[in-house]
């Protein structure tokens, strides 16, 4: 499967210490405990899973250990830093950090494990490696199957004080200590969350697979999370409570994608997603959702044996005599039916009003914000370019 080529030199593999994954993975939290020793934890979550009795099942984990747990429910989704500062407040005062939600949640915890460890301010701890000193126990309980924050390094922030511009912090201090993955807390997930989050998930594959930092280890995860998100969005989105296996599947794909692009960097479809779900308010999974086929359009003549691939993993079959290249294009068509099958625009004229100036705008935020995302992707990108996909995006399929 792989050249010779891609294998005399070394890759790097990051991930949290330890992972458990499946239908009862939270048991994992008691063992945890024990091993550190904890009296109390701190459970970082939103408000709307607190009361929806999401967490119920962690938090009971954690009291047959016998800790005391606080429960800080001031996540929202797309975070601020603040929260991550409000939260931070009460770290001290337990042994460990747990976060259980979305990615929102699960970022927040990892911002507040990191600040609970340092003077510094929050804005010092931004960008890369500027986490100082290991965090305390920290523990990550996913209850959707989308961001693969809980096997990842990374935390995204609105920042308050500067117009809620996304701020990204980077940095392998922020691995969980355990992710506990366990599709039995996706049962309530609602639909419109289950794809907006699922289409997270896809992105994440492809924009990995495609990545210029792609490597062997990072391949072969992207390529079975983007099968199994083929196989199971649907079903998991449409049967939801009804299907385990779906949601199982789903859970597994976004912690694989996930655990590729922590190793791989992403691509163009987060870039243009930062300033697209500001305007618009969209969901990060959403903003993902709706641009990714049109960043892929963009992306194929680069790539065209790369999205042969994705075209296969997305269950595509190639017609007799098909060029690659005709074989390629049809995996934005796979992605463009995904989309509509699971009830997301294809369209971004769907979500809002735009003319060639927002674009403009829209590509100043993108290169500002982030770069290292276009320049991961397999085509360069100039600021032209970025419009012009906009513009594609708003024509729609
Ligand atoms: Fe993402």
Do not use: W
């Amino acid at each position: 499967m792989f050249s010779l080529g891609s294998l005399s030199e070394t890759h790097t593999v990051r991930s949290p210490a330890h992972v458990e994954y499946g239908s009862g993975a939270v048991d994992a939290l008691e063992p945890f405990a024990s091993e550190h020793d904890a009296d109390s934890a701190l459970l970082v979550t939103d408000g709307e899973l607190a009361r929806s009795g999401v967490i119920d099942a962690p938090r009971a984990r954690l009291e047959s250990a016998g800790l005391d747990v606080e429960v800080y429910d001031g996540v929202a989704p797309e975070p601020k830093l603040s929260m991550a500062e409000a939260a931070a407040e009460r770290v001290a005062d337990h042994d460990l950090v747990v976060g259980v939600g979305g990615g929102s949640s699960m970022d927040t915890a990892k911002l507040a494990a990191a600040l609970a460890v340092t003077d510094r301010p929050v804005r010092d701890l931004l960008g890369t490696d500027n986490v100082p000193a290991p965090t305390g126990p920290l523990a990550l309980v996913p209850t959707t199957a989308g961001t693969g924050s809980e096997v990842t390094d990374v935390g995204v922030f609105a920042d308050q004080r500067d117009g809620g511009v996304k701020k990204v912090v980077f940095s392998s201090q922020l691995f969980a200590d355990l992710a506990a993955v366990d599709p039995d807390l996706t049962k309530t997930l609602p639909p419109g969350v289950a794809a907006a989050t699922g289409l997270d998930a896809l992105t994440h594959a492809i924009e990995s697979y495609v990545s210029l930092l792609r490597t062997p280890y990072t391949d072969t995860l992207a390529l079975r999370a983007i099968e199994l998100v083929a196989e199971n969005l649907r079903p998991a989105v449409t049967q939801g409570p009804a299907n385990d296996a779906a949601r199982a599947n789903m859970s597994l794909a976004a912690m694989l994608a996930g655990q590729a692009f922590v190793n791989s960097g992403l691509g163009a479809v987060h870039a243009l997603t930062y300033p697209l779900g500001m305007e618009c308010d969209l969901g990060h999974g959403l903003a993902n959702g709706v641009l990714l086929p049109h960043v892929m359009r963009y992306n194929v003549p680069a790539e065209v044996e790369r999205f042969a691939d994705v075209a296969a993993a997305l269950g595509v079959e190639r017609r007799s005599g098909e060029s690659e290249r005709a074989f390629a294009d049809r995996s934005v068509d796979a992605t463009f039916d995904l989309l509509e099958d699971v009830d997301v625009p294809t369209s971004i004229a769907a979500v809002g009003e735009f003319d060639r100036e927002t674009f403009a705008a829209f590509a100043d935020v993108a290169f500002e914000h982030s770069e290292h995302n276009i320049e991961r992707n397999p085509r360069e990108m100039d600021r032209e370019d970025v419009i012009a996909v906009f513009e594609a995006a708003a024509a729609g399929r």
